[in-house]
């Protein structure tokens, strides 16, 4: 599956932005799929996942309450949603597919494919 994230760009602190992660070559309905961000310097950490069905979410207490990961199988689409954005949010994001559900898809080793990342950067 090829999988491309956009959606990026330049924010001011509170501000929002919405990224999308759309695919290809194979239908997303058998994919649990993640978000992770990297800042420079920084390890790759996840900042959402969502399971096949797209009834069960996971985000670290980091992003909890600001961001929401969503999906549309019908569309091969998985959304991002960030909310109250803060400078600390500033790093390359990248959507992920994985077929693993439960605590491993809090790591990046879980996932198969990954998106060629879109950056977000906050001000202050």
């Known amino acids: 599956v090829q999988l491309q994230a956009s959606g990026g760009g330049l924010v001011q602190a509170g501000g929002s932005l919405r990224l999308s992660c759309a695919a290809s070559g194979r239908s997303l309905r058998r994919y649990v799929m993640g978000w992770f961000r990297q800042a420079p310097g920084k390890e790759r950490d996840v900042v959402a996942s969502?399971?096949?069905?797209?009834?069960?979410?996971y985000y670290p207490d980091s992003v909890k309450g600001r961001f929401t990961i969503s999906r549309d199988n019908a569309e091969n689409t998985v959304y991002l949603q960030m909310n109250s954005l803060k400078p600390e949010d500033t790093a390359l994001y990248y959507c992920?597919?994985?077929?693993?559900?439960?605590?491993?898809?809090?790591?990046?080793?879980?996932?198969?494919?990954w998106g060629q990342g879109t950056q977000v950067t906050v001000s202050s």
């Open positions: 992920a597919s994985g077929t693993q559900w439960g605590p491993a898809t809090r790591t990046a080793s879980a996932y198969e494919y």
């Open positions: 969502i399971d096949w069905s797209g009834k069960s979410t």
